[in-house]
């Protein structure tokens, strides 16, 4: 079993920054996908950005060039530094580990972007 705590979220402005933080315990040998998704009020869960095989990263289109997913192996934690925000940001944003094609999700952390 993995475990994934989310933490990082809050309140805020349009144009601001936030970073997301999510630590993984438990069985993460072996863990070789690792990222984060939303999902906004009415809408699907989407891709944000992630980790895959070989350390190569994936973003959304809709977040390049203002998100970065980075990662402290030491200290098992996945980051995302999410710049510019946009009120369309706004959603529960989810941890997602794959191990041995099994997906572990994180309970959420809540972003809002609003003035």
């Known amino acids: 079993q993995v475990q994934l705590v989310e933490s990082g979220g809050g309140l805020v402005q349009p144009g601001g920054s936030l970073r997301l933080s999510c630590a993984a315990s438990?069985?993460?040998?072996?863990?070789?996908?690792m990222g984060w998704y939303r999902q906004a009020p009415g809408k699907q869960r989407e891709l944000v950005a992630t980790?895959?095989?070989?350390?190569?990263?994936v973003y959304a289109d809709s977040v390049k060039g203002r998100f970065t997913i980075s990662r402290n192996n030491a200290k098992n934690t996945v980051y995302l530094q999410m710049n510019s925000l946009k009120p369309e940001d706004t959603a529960v944003y989810y941890c997602?580990?794959?191990?041995?094609?099994?997906?572990?999700w994180g309970k959420g952390t809540l972003v809002t972007v609003s003035s």
């Open positions: 997602n580990a794959i191990r041995y094609s099994t997906d572990y």
């Open positions: 438990g069985s993460i040998f072996s863990i070789n996908v």
């Open positions: 980790f895959i095989s070989g350390g190569s990263t």
